[in-house]
């Protein structure tokens, strides 16, 4: 189970950070990936990041302003988002690969969150 938290209402240029817990012990054997989905669009990769935590992949929209990281103590990945654009509103999500790539595609991974709101107004 993927519990997201983090997500509000932010002025463009802002900050806001997002946080997912894993409940289970297999948490640091699962790349960890964020996804989003703006109203009326498909879901997109934002970021993924290795087991280990030692790689990590961003979407071109996002890399320079987002960070990935993990927490395999805590059975937590993080997203912080820096210089938040309008552009970046969206519903996002965490999701659990069983893999030691760093999928981008969203059909390869086997576990999601319920998701959260990220609101950035202009």
């Known amino acids: 189970q993927l519990v997201e938290s983090g997500g509000g209402l932010v002025q463009a240029g802002g900050s806001l950070g997002l946080s997912c817990y894993a409940a289970?012990?297999?948490?640091?054997?699962?790349?960890m990936g964020w996804f989003r989905e703006a109203s009326g669009k498909e879901r997109e990769f934002v970021a993924a990041?290795?087991?280990?935590?030692?790689?990590?992949s961003y979407s071109d929209s996002v890399k320079g302003r987002f960070t990935i990281s993990r927490d395999n103590d805590k059975n937590t990945v993080y997203l912080q988002m820096n210089s938040l654009k309008p552009g970046d509103t969206a519903v996002y999500y965490c999701?659990?690969?069983?893999?030691?790539?760093?999928?981008?595609?969203?059909?390869?991974?086997?576990?999601w969150g319920q998701g959260t709101q990220v609101t950035v107004s202009s």
């Open positions: 990041i290795s087991w280990s935590g030692q790689s990590t």
């Open positions: 289970g012990r297999a948490f640091s054997s699962y790349c």
């Open positions: 999701a659990a690969a069983a893999t030691h790539s760093l999928p981008v595609a969203h059909d390869e991974y086997n576990y």
